[in-house]
């Protein structure tokens, strides 16, 4: 049988600890010493101010574009990854934030996980088909990120080497449009300028990685909970008969550790909305502006270089919002589920007062917990196909507005 131990959240927190190295984040149930803390912190720091020195930059370039009269095409160019930069530097924000709050809800998740002792060979199937799809989906996020990391990297190096073939020359490009005090494509600046615009998009990446995993490994471990509470409810009664007094008596016992359990995760459950709503709200606000966006450089960039660039960004942002609704609606349908569990679980061999407390656990499971974005809109599936209908509403208006000056 597999060890219970690697089923436990740390596990899960382990496959990402790689990102959570990188971006400076503390993310554990047991409490760090003071001197691995403040080294956390530094590199949060460093972070914090290399990346936004490049985006104060382009913030200022996105400024004077406007003003001098630059093209719609390189204005629009640098806005993603300007919207984007915000968006890491909110998810990590509130991270530290909430730093607190996920101790504990890690803590209680692995505690809820070492009160489980059952030994079902049906039980650890529900575990660890739930276990094996989040750490493929963790995998598959970190190799589409790095792909993304690569893309920006590269892509200037091709459109050099393209320019250079056609006109002997050597133009010298960096990944993004940013302005700095000083000529960033002489020769002498150029080379630290690009590694620096290069580590700039890893620590968006990391930062936005390190916040999202954390929130599909949460969702992942109460939805197993969820759906192990969901399997002992519906096997609280073994027998297809009426139950004796005894045996009842040990359905009532049982069902009152059910009930704790199920209030317990609602209590969870809050608390991961307590830390994600707020960040989640700015999320799905920039998304609809980030996919229209991106989705416009895709098509008005002739540059095909620079184009697949952009294509790989807007992948990785459909990506990156799919995967928040999508955990999200799991956790919710996962709440909802237990009131067919008790639908399911033979009430109707147990007495009156089994029946009542029964008919209470139904009646609360019938509200789900959910994530919000800060209260105005579900974390949901349903979501995610709004914001693709606003995104390609903008899309199709900019389309529409845009008139790209014909030679």
């Known amino acids: 049988m597999e060890d219970l131990n690697s089923n436990h959240i740390n596990g899960s927190i382990k496959k990402m600890n790689f990102i959570l190295l990188c971006s400076g984040l503390i993310v554990q149930g047991k409490k ?3 001197i691995k803390k403040i080294k956390s912190r530094l590199i949060y720091i460093i972070n914090f101010l290399w990346l936004n020195s490049d985006l104060l930059g382009a ?11 630059k093209t719609f095409v390189e204005v629009t160019y640098i806005a993603p990854c300007i919207t984007f930069s915000f968006l890491a530097n909110f998810k990590a924000i509130f991270i530290i934030y909430y730093e607190d709050n996920i101790r504990d809800l890690i803590n209680d998740l692995l505690e809820l996980e070492d009160r489980d002792k059952k030994i079902d060979v049906k039980r650890d199937g529900l575990r ?8 493929l989906i963790l995998k598959s996020s970190f190799v589409l ?4 990391i690569i893309a920006f990297t590269i892509g200037p190096f091709i459109v050099i080497a393209t320019i250079y073939i056609k006109t002997k020359e050597v133009d010298l490009l960096l990944p993004f449009l940013i302005k700095y005090p000083f000529d ?9 300028v ?8 890893a620590i968006v990446l990391v930062n936005i990685c390190g916040a999202d ?24 009664v073994n027998k297809n008969s009426y139950l004796s007094n005894h045996d009842l008596g040990l359905v009532e016992t049982e069902l009152v550790e059910l009930i704790k359990w199920h209030q317990a995760l609602i209590k969870l459950s809050n608390k991961l909305e307590v830390i994600y709503s707020k960040s989640t709200l700015y999320n799905f606000i920039s998304s609809s502006v980030l996919i229209c966006l991106t989705g416009f450089n895709v098509v008005a960039i002739q540059n095909v270089a620079i184009a697949f660039m952009f294509l790989v960004f807007l992948s990785a942002s459909l990506l990156q919002i799919y995967l928040l609704c999508f955990f999200g609606d799991l956790l919710m349908n996962s709440t909802m589920e237990v009131r067919d569990a008790v639908y399911n679980c033979k009430w ?12 209470i656990v139904h009646s609360r499971a019938q509200e789900p917990c959910k994530l919000t974005a800060f209260g105005f809109s579900d974390v949901n599936l349903r979501a995610f196909m709004s914001i693709l209908s606003s995104s390609w509403s903008y899309f199709a208006l900019l389309k529409t507005v845009y008139n790209p000056v014909k030679n």
Request: aromatic letters at 18%.
């Open 145 to 148: 990120n790095l792909v993304l």
């Open 184 to 192: 960033s494509h002489d020769i002498r600046y150029w080379p630290f």
């Open 128 to 135: 660890n088909d739930a276990l094996n799809f989040l750490h």
């Open 348 to 359: 109707y061999y147990l007495n009156a007062k089994i029946r009542k407390n029964l008919i």
């Open 213 to 236: 995993h954390l929130l599909y490994i949460c969702c992942t471990h109460l939805r197993v909970q969820f759906s192990l509470l969901q399997y002992d409810l519906s096997n609280i």
């Open 194 to 201: 690009y590694v620096h615009q290069f580590w700039s998009v």
């Open 59 to 69: 913030i200022c370039w996105f400024i004077d574009g406007i003003k001098n009269g």
């Open 32 to 34: 760090l010493t003071q």
